[in-house]
């Protein structure tokens, strides 16, 4: 693949807020177990491309191209329709040669563990990744299969920001008492406390919001309410279908 098209591609990223970019060697040992653990067919292909954003730029783009017009997974169509289009026309990957793992499918895709492949994030108390540029403000975006041989882009691993954190405060804000050790955040503790009749933490993270990492990237109010009014509604739809 021409160079220049490779770069113009990621730049067209960029532009919609999708400002990380992995390209992973299926073959690698941490993303084979990954795959393997999740039970995700993979042998056809070569890459994997991986996909996510940082700070505030792709929810300023999201608006600039018309935020919500669709009232379902609005951010998420968003994503794919943006990541296809760089496969098609940048890169000269055909529909045929990839395969959408994330997002808008079936699978679980262990996203947190390609992302410590792809060299970008650690283990946070509060259960999601924490990134060393952006901290908790960064998202997955995407997750690719493809059998086109893309040039591999991963980022060399940093220390993780909690290393050099001794307050914690993360810890002391959670209301529900879910944030403590790393890998051990207390799930059903979060949502329970986020599904008390105005819960504190029904459009919001506290324990998020207390962490003094990237503060300079966190999401605007707007865009808090809008992936935590997400996620609320996706706990909602779980518990009343059990």
């Known amino acids: 693949m021409n ?21 992973l060697d299926v073959g690698d040992p941490p993303v084979q177990k990954a795959l ?4 995700i067919e993979h042998a056809p292909y070569r890459r994997l491309l991986l996909v996510a954003h940082g700070g505030r730029m792709l929810w300023r783009a999201f608006q600039a191209a018309g935020g919500e017009g669709q009232t379902v997974d609005p951010i998420d169509r ?50 999601t990744d924490i990134h060393p540029d952006y901290g908790l403000w960064f998202a997955y975006r ?5 059998k086109n041989p893309l040039p591999l882009l991963i980022a060399p691993m940093r220390p993780s920001p ?24 207390g799930l ?11 819960s ?9 919001l207390a962490c ?4 300079q990237h966190r999401y605007t109010a707007e865009q808090i309410a809008y992936h935590y009014g997400q996620s609320l509604k996706d706990i909602r739809r779980y518990y009343m279908e059990e």
């Open 3 to 23: 160079h220049s098209h490779f770069q113009a591609g990621l730049r067209y990223l960029a532009a919609r807020g999708l400002n990380l970019v992995a390209i």
């Open 36 to 39: 393997n653990q999740a039970q």
């Open 78 to 127: 968003y994503s794919r329709r943006a990541v296809s289009t760089v496969m098609r026309e940048f890169w000269g990957v055909a529909a045929d040669q990839a395969a959408f793992l994330y997002p808008l499918t079936d699978h679980l895709v262990p996203l947190q563990q390609l992302g410590t492949a792809a060299g970008w994030s650690h283990r946070s108390p509060i259960g």
């Open 142 to 146: 995407a997750a690719v299969l493809v």
């Open 162 to 185: 909690c290393d050099s954190c001794d307050d914690r405060p993360c810890v002391t804000a959670c209301p529900a008492g879910a944030v403590g050790e790393i890998g051990r955040f």
């Open 188 to 198: 059903n503790a979060c949502v329970t406390h986020r599904l008390y009749h105005r």
């Open 200 to 208: 504190s933490c029904a459009g919001q993270c506290l324990a998020r």
């Open 212 to 215: 003094p990492v990237a503060v």
